[in-house]
């Protein structure tokens, strides 16, 4: 009897016996099974592009055979599970692998290799000069030009008028980019720098209130309702009830029972810029640009200490109100005034030959005439108390 032993992927392996009986056991002896490799086995791409197939334009050798078309070879499975693969394609890197035959054989990714090309380019003189280039990424095609912004002219490359468009395109587009990025990021900050942002175990869960702030054009403090008004009445009413909120907690901080003004709390509400102009005593910024806090008590104290003080404050003669109240960012409201309506005491000064000065005769001699007067004063009491001793001793005779 013949038989054929089949595996699948394998060459089939024929076999004779002798069969005399039913029943009848056969030996069967132990076979070397032979790998039918082909190149439909394979499956080559470009590793920069998968969709260019190079199987077709493969040489494929396997333990230094080559494998050929419609002639598949065969090899013994020992073998075949540790197989030399040898693939090269012109224009790309070798391929030398050691792969399992017996298993499914992976798709093969070959690199581009490094080729080199001759071109000539225009100097900027208008000479022209060689070169050599070398990349892996060179185009196949020698007419294409493979340095950007330049066109091949008869065999010279040269700066050709679209790259300058192209790259004066992009730079307009850069700065445009940027433009966008400062103003998202100025109109942000300014978003945060005039909010109050709360999480609150509410819907939603975060808060955002409005808050007054400082406007350094028109020099006043602005109530959220000025910045900007809706034309719903429902809408408008609810922005100014927010805006009058606001600035309630604004003066009810300024009248804290501490009487001290943090400058971090201040810009909580728009007012950081009110800390500095006390700060450094500027007397018309504050009497003129924060009207809107009259409403609180602490603030107008302060208010009229600058109104009665502001002459000796601006002339500064004994330079008491140069430089910062504070270095550590708060301000005391009692001390603050208290310093405000401090009296300056002025020392004449003598001349350089050490005469005293007009001013200071004129003052002493203004002193000397004060206290002569006292004593004058204190004279004519001192005789009126005793004339009025005296009557009353001859009154007390006169009963006696």
């Known amino acids: 009897m013949d038989l054929i032993f089949h595996r699948p992927g394998f060459v089939g392996i024929p076999f004779s016996t002798r069969v005399e009986e039913n029943n009848q056991i056969c030996g069967v002896p132990r076979f070397e099974w032979k790998k039918s490799v082909s190149r439909d086995s394979f499956r080559i791409v470009a590793a920069h592009d998968q969709n260019i197939d190079l199987t077709n334009d493969a040489s494929i050798n396997v333990n230094g055979e080559k494998l050929r078309w419609n002639q598949p070879m065969t090899i013994t499975e020992s073998k075949a599970t540790q197989a030399f693969v040898n693939i090269s394609v012109n224009g790309y890197e070798p391929y030398e692998r050691v792969i399992n035959l017996l298993n499914k054989i992976p798709t093969i990714k070959l690199h581009r290799a490094e080729r080199a090309q001759n071109w000539a380019i225009e100097l900027i003189n208008g000479e022209t000069a060689e070169m050599v280039l070398r990349s892996k990424y060179l185009s196949e095609d020698t007419y294409e030009s493979p340095i950007e912004g330049y066109s091949p002219e008869n065999g010279i490359l040269k700066y050709s008028n679209s790259g300058v468009f192209k790259q004066r395109v992009i730079g307009f587009l850069i700065a445009v980019a940027t433009f966008l990025v400062v103003c998202i990021c100025v109109a942000a900050y300014d978003y945060l720098?005039?909010?109050?942002?709360?999480?609150?175990?509410?819907?939603?869960?975060?808060?955002?209130?409005?808050?007054?702030?400082?406007?350094?054009?028109t020099g006043a403090y602005e109530k959220p309702s000025d910045v900007k008004s809706e034309t719903i009445e429902d809408r408008s009413g609810q922005n100014s009830s927010e805006s009058e909120m606001s600035l309630s907690k604004a003066i009810a901080y300024l009248d804290n029972a501490t009487g001290i003004w943090h400058r971090d709390s201040l810009k909580k509400y728009g007012l950081e810029n009110l800390f500095d102009k006390l700060n450094t005593y500027d007397v018309d910024s504050v009497l003129?640009?924060?009207?809107?806090?009259?409403?609180?008590?602490?603030?107008?104290?302060?208010?009229?200490?600058?109104?009665?003080?502001?002459?000796?404050?601006?002339?500064?003669?004994?330079?008491?109100?140069?430089?910062?109240?504070?270095?550590?960012?708060?301000?005391?409201?009692?001390?603050?005034?208290?310093?405000?309506?401090?009296?300056?005491?002025?020392?004449?000064?003598?001349?350089?030959?050490?005469?005293?000065?007009?001013?200071?005769?004129?003052?002493?001699?203004?002193?000397?005439?004060?206290?002569?007067?006292?004593?004058?004063?204190?004279?004519?009491?001192?005789?009126?108390?005793?004339?009025?001793?005296?009557?009353?001793?001859?009154?007390?005779?006169?009963?006696?």
């Open 193 to 217: 720098d005039n909010h109050n942002f709360t999480w609150q175990l509410d819907w939603p869960p975060l808060k955002i209130e409005k808050i007054g702030a400082y406007n350094d054009y």
């Open 288 to 400: 003129q640009r924060f009207t809107d806090l009259d409403e609180s008590t602490q603030f107008n104290k302060i208010s009229n200490a600058f109104k009665l003080n502001r002459d000796k404050i601006i002339d500064n003669k004994d330079k008491s109100y140069k430089g910062p109240y504070s270095n550590d960012l708060k301000i005391t409201v009692d001390s603050y005034i208290k310093k405000l309506n401090k009296q300056i005491i002025e020392t004449p000064e003598p001349h350089s030959d050490g005469v005293v000065s007009k001013a200071a005769k004129n003052a002493q001699a203004a002193s000397k005439s004060n206290s002569g007067s006292k004593e004058q004063v204190s004279k004519a009491a001192k005789g009126s108390s005793s004339s009025k001793q005296k009557s009353r001793g001859n009154t007390l005779d006169d009963n006696g």
